[in-house]
């Protein structure tokens, strides 16, 4: 049986479970679990799962989005659904699991199966490569490696696969097991043991021990055994192969030589000496290369071709890039992997945009899928159809040879070099952009000629980390909790639409912008989330009402004039009441209170949708008293306002810190800020929170200077022994604060901290590296997860906030999603 020929009845007899089935012969041929991603609606079957969003809240989205069968913990009302098959088990997770592990068992061949603490994507995309020469493969889509993950990537199995490769994570006990019912690995592969996920397990040994649970029935099982740290432990595997740096093993690396970008690795194999050139030079990507290469020679593959085969190894790239493009255009590189799973994400992706009315996809011949080419042409045209893409730029002989496939406007070149001799003629104008093409197209040569010219010096914005501090901070509200998130001041310098785009797809409920500008910028990139606007400007009044912003109301004068302003045929006009509890900025006190009640019941013009206040010291415990007077405050004149409107606004209170520490006064809404980006004053655990932004640039010019010699401006910085110092493309001009010179502020080179000597220029600095030996061109680090903005404004005396907005607007901002 294969996934083709599923119907819903033969599902409903795989899980056991309570059905309700209209049509019974519905055929399966895609499992979802997000209403959002959608390909092909009519032969989907949809699994309400509870995770950090409970599922079943969905059914209504995914029923208008054309879903019509369903697998649920509850029943639903039939009469809302008329045409829908349901499936009722006790726990969709599991039926979700279950449902692949039968599929999974329709089918004989090898599988290696992948697990550790790090490197796990990259050594299954490298096994891809290396692998799919010979066989028809199937792999995880990106980092696919769940209790969601898995089953999603075991699903595409089919009679035309050959070999599967699948990773498999876990971040606590007993979640291998139902991984390893999925995947049911032959060949094992552990990278390795270390830091990542150690806070779900009581000790590393605990979290070795789980994680070999993978393999308890491989074959073959590939391993450093310095990785092996527990003791009195039976290794999986009928056969064993060990890789290792540092004791004897199957695969003994005997010496790593790094040279011209190059790194030659030496080993010893069955009694003699062997040998590798790859082309990486870090320390991770050499550790990937052996394991890569021991699985090699664990599967039986002669020495020479597994050289030749890793000496032709390629970067991986694990995120899609987001850019600014010519011609006004928003760049999407997704251009060094295709593959139809990888294409259906990078589509999805390609859909939170919403800047550009037109979305474009270039995409080039796919190869190794196991379909024909007919069935892999008219899978991608119904997919661009249900996705809404407007335009298809192909490029390879096969995808335009089934050209007459696709209904939408499209233009097809044999090649890469025949479509960028023709690319000024394509009329490329305020278009999303998605580029995904196969390694021999080089499509690296179409981001280049299609990008903006990115000055070195760059933000790069981590949109999977944005969405997972999100996440966070939701899992911490009540049920109906509303999120207000703040995008104001440029996204806190980390961007408009882009971060707006992926707020809005993750259903928040409230953006606030500080100006209307910013305000209007949004709604022109396709944001349709209400937007209140923090500080509304009378001579922007008439901008607001066209373009449907909320102002925040402050002061009596405000409401005046703004009152004075709407046309007399207006009513309901939203707006949000703010009050002063003690921030002593803006807000109505309680002595405004009468006239401000009698303003707004008299008239019909406006609606009263929120009612807040800005409590001022919610991280700090020494202040706790004041903040439960200002809540009792604002409580108070909160109840006024509802005695004389007749209705009940929206009450929040609560800012970053105060959604960490005050869970009592999350009321209707809460406000998330800075909290978005990775920083928290109030936030217990640091690991909770990931870094979103990171700033780097690159060395202009090293200099060796003997002792005594200065350095910059006024001659601020002396060298008394001499040494060697690099100038760096950064300055106040681009937001580094000329309070960082003479040492005061540091970066990264080569992971190591180091000062900045003299004076910061405008458009420059110096650091001294005395000791390191970087060269022209190598990546500097401002400021990231180890060396983090905190640390940057202690060291000034100010505040994250600062450090981040401070960021100038030539810096470029790259935005990154996997």
């Known amino acids: 049986m294969t996934k083709e020929s599923y119907t819903i009845q033969q599902i409903a007899e795989i899980l056991n479970g309570k059905s309700f089935l209209i049509n019974p012969l519905a055929n399966i041929k895609s499992l979802i679990v997000d209403s959002r991603s959608l390909a092909d609606a009519p032969h989907s079957l949809f699994f309400a799962i509870k995770a950090q969003r409970d599922g079943h809240q969905f059914i209504v989205n995914a029923y208008q989005q054309g879903i019509r069968n369903f697998v649920v913990e509850k029943a639903m009302e039939a009469d809302q659904f008329p045409e829908a098959n349901w499936i009722e088990v006790p726990d969709t997770l599991a039926a979700l699991q279950k449902l692949v592990t039968y ?9 290696i199966g992948i697990t550790g603490s790090n490197g796990k994507t990259i050594v299954k995309e490298w096994l891809y490569q290396l692998l799919s020469v010979d066989e028809r493969v199937v792999r995880s889509p990106k980092s696919y490696n769940s ?15 050959q070999l599967g490769i699948f990773e498999a994570g876990i971040s606590k006990p007993n979640e291998m097991e139902k991984l390893a019912a999925i995947i049911q690995p032959t060949i094992g592969v552990l990278t390795n043991i270390r830091e990542a996920h150690d806070e779900g397990f009581a000790s590393k040994e605990e979290k070795l021990k789980e994680k070999l649970k993978l393999f308890k029935k491989v074959e073959t099982f590939v391993y450093a055994p310095e990785h092996i740290i527990a003791k009195d432990i039976d290794l999986p595997g009928k056969q064993k ?17 790094t040279e011209n970008n190059k790194t030659r690795i030496l080993a010893k194999y069955q009694y003699q000496e062997i040998e590798v050139v790859v082309p990486f030079t870090d320390a991770a990507s050499i550790e990937n290369v052996v394991i890569c290469w021991a699985t090699l020679l664990a599967m039986g593959y002669v020495v020479e071709e597994v050289v030749a085969r890793l000496s032709k190894l390629t970067r991986v790239a694990m995120r899609l890039q987001l850019v600014n493009g010519i011609d006004q255009c928003s760049l999407i590189d997704d251009s060094y992997s295709a593959d139809i799973s990888s294409l259906a994400i990078a589509l999805d992706f390609l859909n939170q945009q919403n800047q550009h009315p037109k979305r474009t996809l270039i995409l080039s011949d796919l190869q190794e899928t196991g379909k024909t080419a007919d069935e892999l042409y008219q899978e991608i045209a119904l997919l661009l159809k249900q996705k809404k893409i407007h335009r298809l730029i192909g490029v390879g002989e096969h995808i335009s040879a089934h050209a007459d496939l696709f209904e939408l406007e499209k233009n097809f070149f044999k090649d890469t070099d025949e479509f960028l001799s023709n690319v000024g003629q394509l009329d490329f104008n305020h278009e999303t952009i998605l580029v995904k093409g196969a390694r021999k197209f080089e499509f690296e040569r179409v981001i280049k000629r299609l990008a903006q010219k990115i000055h070195d010096t760059v933000l790069e914005i981590n949109l999977n980390a944005l969405l997972s501090n999100l996440q966070s901070y939701k899992s911490k509200l009540a049920p109906g909790v509303k999120t207000m998130a703040m995008v104001k001041a440029f996204s806190y310098g980390s961007g408009s639409f882009e971060i707006a785009n992926l707020l809005q797809h993750h259903k928040v409920d409230y953006l606030t912008v500080a100006y209307v500008d910013e305000g209007i910028t949004l709604r022109k990139a396709g944001i349709t989330l209400p937007l209140m606007v923090m500080s509304p400007e009378p001579s922007a009044f008439d901008a607001m009402l066209r373009y449907k912003l909320e102002p925040e109301i ?18 309901d006009f939203p707006v ?53 007077q200002q809540v009792t405050g604002y409580n108070g004149m909160y109840q006024q306002l509802v005695a004389e409107l007749g209705y009940s606004p929206i009450r929040h209170v609560l800012n970053t810190s105060g959604i960490s520490r005050w869970t009592k006064y999350q009321f209707d809404m809460v406000r998330l800020g800075i909290g978005l ?82 004076s910061i220029c405008m458009d420059m600095c110096m650091l001294d590296i005395t000791g390191l030996a970087p060269a022209v061109g190598d990546e500097v680090i401002v400021f990231n997860h180890e060396h983090s903005i905190v640390d940057l404004a202690n060291a000034i005396g100010t505040i994250p906030y600062e450090i981040l907005t401070n960021v100038s607007q030539r810096v470029k901002r790259v935005y990154y999603y996997e």
């Open 677 to 758: 980006y990775g920083f928290d004053a109030a936030h217990k655990s640091i690991d909770e929170l990931q870094t979103v932004a990171v700033l780097k640039t690159t060395i202009s010019q090293i200099k060796h200077l003997a002792a005594g010699e200065t350095v910059g401006y006024s001659r601020r910085g002396v060298l008394p022994n001499g040494g060697t110092i690099a100038t760096v493309k950064i300055g106040y001009a681009d937001g580094y604060n000329r309070a960082f010179g003479n040492g005061i502020g540091k970066m990264l080179v080569g992971g190591r901290l180091v000062p900045t000597i003299g």
């Open 241 to 257: 192969f060990t890789w290792s740096f540092v004791q004897p093993a199957d695969l003994q690396i005997r010496e790593v030589i």
């Open 554 to 571: 402050y002061s009596l004068e405000l409401l005046q004039d703004f009152l004075h302003f709407l046309p007399n045929e207006v009513n």
């Open 147 to 161: 209790q969601i993950g898995v089953p999603l990537s075991v699903w595409q199995l089919n009679d035309n696969h």
């Open 103 to 111: 599929h999974r068992s329709q089918y004989q061949l090898k599988v």
């Open 576 to 628: 949000h009441i703010k009050l002063d509890t003690g921030m002593h900025r803006l807000g109505f006190q309680e002595e405004h209170l009468p006239e401000l009640l009698q303003l707004l019941k008299d008239n019909q013009k406006l609606k009263v949708v929120s009612v807040f206040t800005h409590l001022v010291a919610t991280d700090d415990e020494q202040h706790d008293s004041f903040t439960e």
